[in-house]
């Protein structure tokens, strides 16, 4: 076992931009940051640069705001998509899915306008128009636009009463009826795939943020990994939880290799602290303990190490009851180490205020830059001293 100064093995693992949002607390440690630095620098150095090119190219499994990058290819039974084409339509980009709408109208306008049109063609009705002794099916139709303006009358219950079916052919009730039925399926299709795709829950996700950093500092003597979240609206959440995925492939004893394995991490699912009362901006905290896949990562291997940490976030959105998800992810390169976050909550005029403005802000801390199994060593190592250290003075005093 190692002794590990908690002043020289502070190594914050964080981007050159990061530095801007540190607080003059933190600057104010003159000599130590710069030592810091310097051995941050060294520690990167130590890195070849194909490897640091590799982390610069390496496709994010998840995007910051929500976006899973994996596309689906091959395959083979696609009528699957049209079993269900409600979802399919609803999952239409916006253009997609304005094309699909407008085609729907005008389709069956044309068509039952050509049918009008072909009827009141063989029934000779266009040559009739003015006769008072000819008894026309389709009244006031003498050309494919009269066809096709008493399709769009009839389909959207307009009724301007100059063009009409009669009851002198059978026919025109039929497609009349056809043609009510067909339109009011496809108001009822494309209405509600519209309602529903405007009020999709996807849109309130857009006001649940997550911090652009991860941090890992000690709490509660305790080595832990922390991010913070929030929500804009003042509608809440009812029912949130918050679920944590680690994407890292790796290889098994048996040479078989896993490619972007997921594993979970606790955050404090057994305690019921995953579950939140998101009023006001709250850290989240993962402690690493013997049962996390952290449990050996230190600052130093913290800059060889690649994966990244899926956040999902879910509950019941307050004003319409369906179901909300939020995701983000963070890289290793997205991990402070030895940093916590500032505080951006404050009691005003009776009610506590928050400024989102220090949302992402974070502050250097002391944190020992090994892992948390070697704290945990050492740490029973100094136990295990103690008590030996105990025993002989006891062994002393015995005689006395």
């Given amino acids: 076992a190692h002794w590990y100064p908690l002043h020289a093995l502070s190594v914050p693992s964080i981007p ?64 699957r998509f049209l079993s269900d084409i409600f979802t399919t339509i609803v999952d239409l980009k916006y253009r997609w899915f304005l094309f699909v709408f407008m085609m729907c109208y005008i389709i069956t306008w044309v068509v039952f306008g050509s049918i009008y049109f072909f009827d009141a ?16 099916c389709i009244e006031n139709v003498d050309g494919f636009i009269a066809a096709l303006l008493f399709s769009v009358e009839s389909q959207r219950t307009i009724g301007y009463g100059f063009r009409m079916v009669t009851a002198n052919c059978t026919e025109g009730v039929i497609l009349l009826m056809a043609q009510s039925i067909i339109g009011s399926m496809i108001d009822a299709l494309m209405v509600g795939c519209m309602f529903v795709k405007i009020s999709r829950p996807k849109k309130r996700a857009q006001t649940l943020i997550f911090s652009k950093n991860c941090v890992v500092s000690r709490r509660d003597e ?18 949130a939880k918050i679920r ?3 994407i890292k492939s790796r290889q098994t004893p048996e040479g078989e290799f896993i490619p972007l394995e997921q594993s979970e991490l606790n955050l404090g699912y057994d305690t019921g602290e995953d579950r939140l009362f998101l009023v006001e901006p709250q850290i989240i905290c993962h402690v690493i303990n013997r049962q996390s896949p952290f449990w050996d990562l230190s600052a130093e291997s913290l ?12 509950g019941i959105v307050e004003a319409t009851g369906m179901t909300c998800q939020a995701r983000t992810s963070y890289t290793e390169d997205e991990i402070l180490w030895g940093y916590r976050f500032e505080p951006c909550m404050s009691l005003e005029k009776g009610a506590f205020q928050v400024d989102y403005s220090r949302f992402d802000m974070t502050f250097e801390v ?9 704290l ?7 136990q295990q001293e103690h008590s030996t250290l105990s025993l002989y003075w006891d062994h002393l005093l015995q005689p006395c």
């Fill in 222 to 239: 305790k080595l832990c990994l922390m991010f913070r979240v929030g929500d804009l609206r003042d509608s809440h959440m009812v029912d």
């Fill in 376 to 382: 945990h060593e050492l740490k029973e190592l100094e």
């Fill in 366 to 374: 002391q944190t020992p830059a090994a892992s948390a199994k070697e």
């Fill in 16 to 79: 050159t931009s990061v530095h801007g949002k540190v607080p003059a607390r933190a600057a104010s440690t003159g000599t130590t940051a710069e030592g810091l630095q310097s051995r941050r620098r060294k520690l990167l150095e130590e890195d070849g640069p194909m490897v640091q090119a590799s982390k610069r190219q390496r496709q994010r499994y998840v995007t910051k705001v929500g976006k899973c990058r994996v596309n689906l290819g091959n395959i083979q039974e696609k009528k």
């Fill in 244 to 246: 944590a995925k680690l």
């Fill in 121 to 136: 063609w063989v029934r000779d009705d266009i040559r009739h128009q003015g006769d008072p002794n000819w008894r026309p």
């Fill in 303 to 314: 800059c060889r190490e690649q994966f990244e940490i899926i956040i999902i976030l879910e």
